[in-house]
T-cell receptor
Framework: GAVVSQHPSWVICKSGTSVKIECRSL??????MFWYRQFPKQSLMLMAT?????????EQGVEKDKFLINHASLTLSTLTVTSAHPEDSSFYIC???????????????FGAGTRLSVL | AQTVTQSQPEMSVQEAETVTLSCTYD???????LFWYKQPPSRQMILVIR??????QNATENRFSVNFQKAAKSFSLKISDSQLGDAAMYFC?????????FGTGTRLTIIP
């Protein structure tokens, strides 16, 4: 159980175009989903937290108009990189947290990540 | 605010031997959780082990165990009987204030 699917795994796009990345919890309902960015050989940096049915909370320094997050259902969150530029090239990872009580709610299950290359 | 420090960028261990990865953290939260995640070459983040800070007993999961020293804010991971499949980046993380904060990672190499 607790599988998170992320699609696509790799996307190449031209500068100025928009790219949408999907994150789905396949066998559980995720009240909260998270989006991270990982540069080569570096750690994961939290970009934003999204709760189903409400606006995402962005971390300091993350442009909300550049990185649009939608969490329309308990199993799906999307990240849209708008007007992508080469500096947006990175590895994007989503995670999902179950709507459970106690310590179990703090476990995050991760997708396999999306490599974005902007030409 | 939370910070996580992993002072060992790289470690290596002989297959079947034991290795310990270090992690120290700082948090202003009174109720928090600690995790070790593994990221193999596939880049899929996999939960290895977790520890509730209010529990004194160290968590164990098969060959993986932690040494949690709350006063010292230390949370090391011990891998016993290392296997080739253990080769990966290992990230220590603390959960508090509704978010995970990761360390910079330790790359573990298993020597056959």
């Amino acid at each position: 159980g607790a599988v998170v699917s992320q699609h696509p795994s790799w996307v190449i796009c031209k500068s100025g175009t928009s790219v949408k990345i999907e994150c789905r919890s396949l066998d559980f309902q995720a009240t909260t989903m998270f989006w991270y960015r990982q540069f080569p050989k570096q750690s994961l940096m939290l970009m934003a937290t999204s709760n189903e049915g409400s606006k995402a909370t962005y971390e300091q320094g993350v442009e909300k108009d550049k990185f649009l997050i939608n969490h329309a259902s308990l199993t799906l969150s999307t990240l849209t990189v708008t007007s992508a530029h080469p500096e947006d090239s990175s590895f994007y990872i989503c995670s999902a947290r179950r709507g459970l009580a106690g310590g179990a709610k703090n476990i995050q299950y991760f997708g396999a990540g999306t490599r974005l290359s902007v030409l | 605010a939370q910070t996580v420090t992993q002072s060992q960028p790289e470690m290596s261990v002989q297959e079947a031997e034991t290795v310990t990865l270090s992690c120290t953290y700082d948090t202003s939260e009174s109720d928090y959780y600690l995790f070790w995640y593994k990221q193999p070459p596939s880049r899929q983040m996999i939960l290895v082990i977790r520890q509730e800070a209010y529990k004194q007993q160290n968590a164990t999961e098969n060959r993986f165990s932690v040494n949690f020293q709350k006063a010292a804010k230390s949370f090391s991971l011990k891998i016993s009987d290392s296997q080739l499949g253990d080769a990966a980046m290992y990230f220590c993380a603390t959960f508090g204030n509704e978010k995970l904060t990761f360390g910079t990672g330790t790359r573990l190499t298993i020597i056959p």
